[in-house]
């Protein structure tokens, strides 16, 4: 059974820095194209970051040169780090795999920005 697991949400003042992670059990992350989204309150759920099988990276002009997607393949951990963060970051961040055709999700992480 395939589940995903994201860690390291938290309040952060803006201008600050959250490292979040997400914990794969019973997928074999090395192989697979991993994503990060996020949903805004009362807003759709966006694609934040990518990080592909060949390490190549994708991000989301909002978070670009603050954002960095990164993986552990030894652990079957992906990271995102995310510095000079801003208000408009608040959201609950999700880890997603497709595999086979299915998406998997894990249970999401707040991130909540304020002063």
């Known amino acids: 059974q395939v589940q995903l697991a994201e860690s390291g949400g938290g309040l952060v003042q803006p201008g600050g820095s959250l490292r979040l992670s997400c914990a794969g059990s019973?997928?074999?992350?090395?192989?697979?194209?991993i994503n990060w989204y996020r949903q805004p309150p009362g807003k759709q759920r966006e694609l934040v970051a990518t990080?592909?099988?060949?390490?190549?990276?994708i991000y989301a002009d909002s978070v670009k040169d603050r954002f960095t997607i990164s993986r552990d393949n030894a652990k079957n951990l992906v990271y995102l780090q995310m510095n000079s963060l801003k208000p408009e970051d608040t959201a609950v961040y999700y880890c997603?795999?497709?595999?086979?055709?299915?998406?998997?999700w894990g249970q999401g992480t707040q991130v909540t920005v304020s002063s």
């Open positions: 997603n795999v497709v595999q086979r055709g299915l998406w998997y």
């Open positions: 990080i592909t099988s060949h390490d190549i990276t």
């Open positions: 019973g997928i074999i992350f090395s192989f697979l194209t």
